[in-house]
């Protein structure tokens, strides 16, 4: 069964401060990796995707990495600041298939910036 | 429209009752996902629509809960006989085409609270 999680579920730190966010799969066959940040009461919105040659992909002070053979990726986060508290969750999509569950999404690790 | 619009974005219903939650995707997205995603918890895949292909059902958890989509227009998700495990905010998403690179943009969501 296609899983993802993600780690630590909750993370707390001081404004100004980095942090990485962890997330490991099992999805077969591979297509590419999705980060998605969720503020309160909000949908989702997509940071970065990475495809299976990719190894890093920064969007401004997020940097995403990935290693396709271990199955693992990360979130980086430099500079931390209070709008970046939110759920940050890792999505995973299935290569050929045509069905809902092509994309697994992980629990999400919820990230709280104090100031 | 410029993006996934749900609604009501608030729902609060007695138990037993009827509900009807309402998505209308980005304007051209044929494929369409609702997810359910509870207090804490990661999403939770329920249905997906691609075109006027057969809908996946196979995340519905009862035979409480169905939706429809007429081509690739607007969806409704209802959920009859409502329970207070029904409890949750219900995310749509939709993307241009079925393809796994392709982004999936979601709406706000409805919070759905059976009391």
């Known amino acids: 069964k296609n899983q993802v999680e993600q780690s630590p579920q909750s993370l707390i730190i001081l404004e100004g401060k980095n942090c990485t966010l962890q997330?490991?799969?099992?999805?077969?066959?591979?297509?590419?990796l999705r980060w998605y940040k969720q503020d309160t009461g909000r949908g989702p919105v997509s940071l970065t995707i990475?495809?299976?040659?990719?190894n890093t992909k920064s969007n401004g002070r997020y940097t995403a990495t990935l290693d396709a053979d271990t199955k693992q990726s990360s979130l980086h986060i430099t500079a931390s600041q209070l709008s970046d508290s939110a759920s940050y969750i890792c999505?995973?999509?299935?290569?050929?298939?045509?069905?809902?569950?092509?994309?697994?999404f992980g629990t999400g690790t919820r990230l709280a910036v104090r100031p | 429209g410029a993006g996934v619009s749900q609604s009501p974005s608030n729902k609060v219903t007695e138990k037993g009752k009827d509900v009807e939650l309402r998505c209308d995707p980005i304007?051209?997205?044929?494929?369409l996902y609702w997810y359910r995603q509870r207090l804490g918890q990661g999403l939770e895949f329920l249905i997906y629509?691609?075109?006027?292909?057969?809908?996946?059902k196979s995340g519905l958890p009862s035979d409480r809960f169905s939706a429809e989509r007429t081509g690739e227009s607007v969806s409704t998700l209802t959920i009859q006989r409502t329970q207070q495990e029904d409890s949750a905010v219900y995310l749509c998403?939709?993307?241009?085409?079925?393809?796994?690179?392709?982004?999936?943009?979601f709406g706000q969501g409805t919070r759905l609270t059976v009391v």
């Open positions: 998403a939709s993307s241009f085409r079925d393809r796994p690179s392709t982004e999936a943009f």
């Open positions: 997330c490991n799969y099992t999805v077969s066959p591979f297509s590419n």
């Open positions: 304007s051209g997205h044929t494929a």
């Open positions: 990475m495809t299976f040659s990719e």
């Open positions: 629509f691609q075109g006027n292909s057969a809908p996946d």
């Open positions: 999505v995973v999509s299935a290569e050929g298939k045509s069905s809902g569950d092509k994309l697994t």
